[in-house]
C-alpha cells in the first residue's frame, strides 16, 4: 500500500524567505506525485505534478519540487515565499494524501 | 461555470435528519470521489465512482451512501450522523480513476452535526 508522509504539520517563514516543504513517501513503483495547495475555505488546487522524465518540475505560483527517488521525497521548493503563500500544503501519491503542512507568512 | 461545484458549501443537521451534499462537474471526466477532510488528519478517501460505477468504499460507514446518476453528478446521503461526522467533505473528479492523474475539486460542503 502506498503511503504519503509531511513531517512538518506547521512552517512560518517570513516573506521573501526561501520555502522547503517536505514529503516523503512509500509505493514499490514509480509513483505519480503531486503537490496541492488549500487556501481557508476552498477546494485543493494543484501545484505541480511528477509522472516521470526530469525530476525537477515547475509548477504555478513559482513553485518547483525535485523527485528523490534514492531518498523517496518528492520536496517542495519556492525562492521568495510572498504573503499570499500562506496556506495548507498537501502532497499526494495517486488517490493518497499526506497530512499537510500549513504554511504561515510573517511579514 | 467551475469545474467542481459542490452544494451546499454549509450544512448544520441533527443527528436524526437526513441530507444529501450534491457535487456536480463540468469537465466531462469519468471518475468521481468523495473525501473527507478533517482537522489534523489527512484527506481521507471515502468512495471512487468511474463511469457511474462504485470501484471503491474504503469502509465507510452505512450511515454515508453515495449516489451516482450519471458521470457528471455525484451525491452523498447522509442519515443518523454522529458528531465526529463533522467535516468537509471534497468531491473531485479525474479524466479516468485507473492512473487518475490530476484531481480537481470542488471547494466542499462544511458539515456540522449537532
Known amino acids: 500500500a502506498q503511503s504519503v508522509t509531511q513531517p512538518d504539520i506547521h512552517i512560518t517563514v517570513s516573506e521573501g524567505a526561501s520555502l522547503e516543504l517536505r514529503c516523503n513517501y512509500s509505493?514499490?513503483?514509480?509513483?505519480?506525485l503531486f503537490w496541492y495547495v488549500q487556501s481557508p475555505g476552498q477546494g485543493l488546487q494543484l501545484l505541480l505534478k511528477y509522472f516521470s522524465g526530469d525530476t525537477l518540475v515547475q509548477g504555478i505560483k513559482g513553485f518547483e519540487a525535485e523527485f528523490k527517488r534514492s531518498q523517496s521525497s518528492f520536496n517542495l521548493r519556492k525562492p521568495s515565499v510572498h504573503w499570499s503563500d500562506a496556506a495548507e500544503y498537501f502532497c499526494?501519491?495517486?488517490?493518497?494524501f499526506g497530512q499537510g503542512t500549513i504554511l504561515t507568512v510573517h511579514p | 461555470e467551475t469545474g467542481v461545484t459542490q452544494t451546499p458549501r454549509h450544512l448544520v443537521m441533527g443527528m436524526t435528519n437526513k441530507k444529501s451534499l450534491k457535487c456536480e462537474q463540468h469537465l466531462g471526466h469519468n471518475a468521481m470521489y468523495w473525501y473527507k477532510q478533517s482537522a489534523k488528519k489527512p484527506l481521507e478517501l471515502m468512495f471512487v465512482?468511474?463511469?457511474?460505477?462504485?470501484?471503491e468504499n474504503n469502509s465507510v460507514p452505512s450511515r454515508f451512501s453515495p449516489e451516482c446518476p450519471n458521470s457528471s453528478h455525484l451525491f452523498l446521503h447522509l442519515h443518523t450522523l454522529q458528531p465526529e461526522d463533522s467535516a468537509l467533505y471534497l468531491c473531485?473528479?479525474?479524466?479516468?480513476?485507473?492512473?487518475?492523474?490530476?484531481?480537481?475539486f470542488g471547494e466542499g460542503s462544511r458539515l456540522t452535526v449537532l
Open positions: 473531485a473528479s479525474s479524466k479516468t480513476d485507473r492512473d487518475p492523474g490530476e484531481l480537481f
Open positions: 499526494a501519491i495517486k488517490l493518497t
Open positions: 465512482y468511474s463511469l457511474e460505477e462504485r470501484v
Open positions: 509505493y514499490g513503483a514509480t509513483p505519480y
